[in-house]
């Protein structure tokens, strides 16, 4: 019996079975993650209105903000709020299509984009979305960290060696 990488009674093999089920549970539940940006883009287009449908508590800090102080641009050119509506809508489902695939980058760039937009909601004065938000950013952030421990785990098994 091998001595290296057995722990608590267990063979290689078992060990073995075992972290590639660890893995396999990390990159689920990172998948699982990810379907959040699907759920922030759906929210997205309550929010801001882009089905003529608005509900007040899913608001885009940003969009929220360039209409509420862009002043005459957004009253002569009304469009733009849709526009960037969109534009946010489409960034989520691109975002979510990567981090889906296993991206660390696009959970991250999530999260940056959601803590960004928590300091537009503060000016907004949009507390429930805030809360909302906050709650993408823990699960997206879990997200990269649950893939980083995945790719750790796969390098340190590739780089494992079993000697007498």
């Not at 990488?5 to 078992?14: C, K, Q």
């Not at 929210?43 to 882009?50: H, I, P």
């Not at 002043?71 to 469009?79: A, D, E, K, N, S």
């Amino acid at each position: 019996m091998q001595t290296l990488n057995v722990g608590a009674g267990r063979s290689d093999e078992e060990y073995k079975a075992a972290e590639e089920q660890r893995r396999a549970d990390l990159l689920a539940e990172s998948r699982s993650c990810a379907n959040y940006f699907f759920v922030a883009a759906g929210l997205a287009v309550l929010g801001t209105g882009l089905l003529g449908l608005q509900i007040g508590f899913f608001n885009v800090g940003a969009i929220d903000f360039f209409a509420r102080y862009g002043g005459q641009l957004v009253r002569h050119y009304p469009i733009l709020v849709y526009g960037a509506a969109a534009t946010w809508v489409a960034t989520l489902v691109i975002l979510g299509l990567a981090a889906h695939v296993g991206h660390r980058w696009a959970f991250l760039a999530g999260v940056v984009l959601y803590c960004a937009d928590i300091i537009f909601l503060g000016v907004v004065f949009s507390i429930w979305s805030i809360g909302v938000h906050g709650f993408f950013v823990m699960k997206w952030f879990q997200a990269q960290r649950m893939l980083q421990d995945f790719k750790e785990a796969g390098s340190v098994g590739l780089g494992r060696s079993t000697s007498a």
